[in-house]
């Protein structure tokens, strides 16, 4: 008759301090995260609220708007203002911009992550660089230069100097993106038949749509918020973008500070934006990420 004989391991107990520590420091870095959110969102939540008062209520204190009233998003859209014409300037500078910036940025990216030249790490350092000049010291030229041009009040006015604040960001982040995609993956293609650029066409880039994505957000949010060369170039109402017909509402008498239209305003501006990146936020992290990795 055999007998088995079971060693058993002495467990190590758990010391009671250690998890109180564990449970210390998680319920730290919840609070750490909560405190940062709440400061992120602060400014947001009170613009929503102040949007919401009634105009006789719009320098209340108070944490929730009673009664809620709708008032100044009425006043807001009011024809007068131009708002949702400003709105309509707005989607076309940012999405042909976006548009633009991404076509360049993508063949700039790929050319310099694939081919190997002299002066390649030069040019990135140039593109870098030239994101690091302040936009105020461009308004000057910029405006002499479209006065002789003639194209003041244009959507081109907008478009080319919100291209030219991108451009770097995009070119920057999809340079890491594809360096971090395998070269074996254009070469099996062209192996099964494929010209460089099919190669690049049906292999490269559906497998880059994750940083070409991200890259595309953060270009419009660029562009969507872009104010400063939108107020210098544009005298005219109807070619105005929403940022910048926001800093023109008037109130009901001369000086009057439309302060609740102001707010309910910015809520129509600033809430697609808060939105896509809710919902694209996962999307955005892996792209952004993705480039570093190896």
């Not at 076309?92 to 030249?117: D, K």
Request: hydrophobic share 55%; charged share 15%.
């Amino acid at each position: 008759m055999s007998t088995t004989i079971f060693r058993l391991r002495r467990v190590a107990p758990v010391r009671r301090g250690t998890k109180r520590a564990g449970r210390g420091t998680a319920w730290a870095r919840r609070l750490g995260i909560a405190a940062v959110v709440a400061y992120c969102l602060a400014p947001f939540y009170w613009m929503v609220v102040s949007s919401l008062r009634r105009p006789a209520d719009q320098f209340s204190n108070a944490p929730l708007p009673a009664p809620v009233s709708f008032d100044n998003y009425s006043a807001a859209f009011d024809a007068r203002n131009g708002f949702g014409r400003a709105l309509v300037n707005s989607l076309v500078v940012a999405g042909v911009s976006t548009a633009v910036t991404l076509v360049v940025a993508i063949f700039a990216g790929y050319a310099l992550a694939r081919l190997q030249f002299r002066g390649k790490t030069l040019i990135l350092t140039l593109i870098i660089a030239a994101s690091m000049f302040p936009p105020i010291i461009l308004v000057v030229p910029l405006l002499e230069l479209f006065t002789d041009a003639g194209w003041i009040n244009t959507y081109q006015a907008m478009i080319v100097p919100s291209m030219s604040f991108a451009l770097p960001l995009a070119v920057w982040n999809l340079t890491a993106f594809f360096r971090q995609m395998p070269a074996e993956l254009e070469k099996a293609a062209q192996v099964d038949g494929c010209t460089p650029a099919q190669a690049f066409r049906k292999v490269v880039l559906p497998l880059a749509a994750p940083g070409v994505f991200t890259t595309a957000i953060l270009v419009f949010i660029c562009a969507w918020n872009e104010f400063l060369i939108a107020v210098s170039v544009v005298n005219d109402r109807h070619m105005m973008t929403a940022n910048v017909i926001v800093s023109l509402f008037t109130g009901q008498y001369k000086y009057d500070q439309p302060f609740g239209t102001q707010m309910a305003a910015g809520v129509v501006v600033t809430l697609p934006l808060v939105v896509a990146v809710l919902f694209f936020q996962r999307r955005i992290v892996d792209g952004l990420t993705a480039g570093g990795l190896k």
